[in-house]
């Protein structure tokens, strides 16, 4: 009876463990069309979240810094909603050339970040400066998969 008891106590912990082991992992197949819907989505997202946080600018040193690490994770989660993407085997480079722009530029922004919170403002600076000039690089690899909010985008990375 008692090793009974045993197996009926593991039985919800192993379902659990099974919904567990099916979950996310995979990557969606999309065609070139639907990677440009759905990028362009999740670029219209970010986009309405940057203006969202940027809408009142920063006081202080502390404040950039908040408000920077908020635009650094609404531009990771793009990235990831993005690279969660799986295109035809054409369009793959590119968009691992586009997606290494944005993750290039997102680690100018934590530059920025550390910047602001070690209230330096020209390393602050320069950081925002170095986003910028590689903002046209990233709209031109944007434009070259078909994207069209994420090339036309000033607003986000």
Same mark, same amino acid.
């Given at each position: ?15 659990? @463990?099974? @919904? ?50 908020? @635009? ?72 070259? @998969? ?12």
């Amino acid at each position: 009876m008692f090793r009974d008891r045993r197996f009926l106590t593991l039985i919800p912990a192993l379902a659990i @463990l099974s @919904l567990g082991a099916g979950c996310g992992g995979g990557k969606q197949q999309v065609t070139g069309a639907q990677l440009g819907q759905k990028a362009d989505q999740a670029c219209r997202t970010e986009r309405a979240k940057f203006t969202q946080i940027q809408a009142t600018p920063p006081a202080n040193a502390t404040e950039a810094a908040d408000q920077t690490k908020a @635009l650094v994770q609404v531009a990771e989660a793009t990235s990831s909603a993005i690279d969660d993407l799986e295109p035809p085997d054409a369009l793959r480079t590119p968009l691992d050339a586009y997606l290494g722009s944005r993750g290039r530029a997102i680690d100018q922004m934590k530059k920025g970040q550390d910047a602001a919170e070690n209230q330096n403002s020209q390393a602050y600076g320069d950081a925002q400066a170095a986003v910028v000039r590689s903002t046209p690089q990233r709209r031109k690899l944007a434009r070259s @998969l078909g994207f069209k909010v994420c090339s036309a985008s000033a607003k986000a990375v």
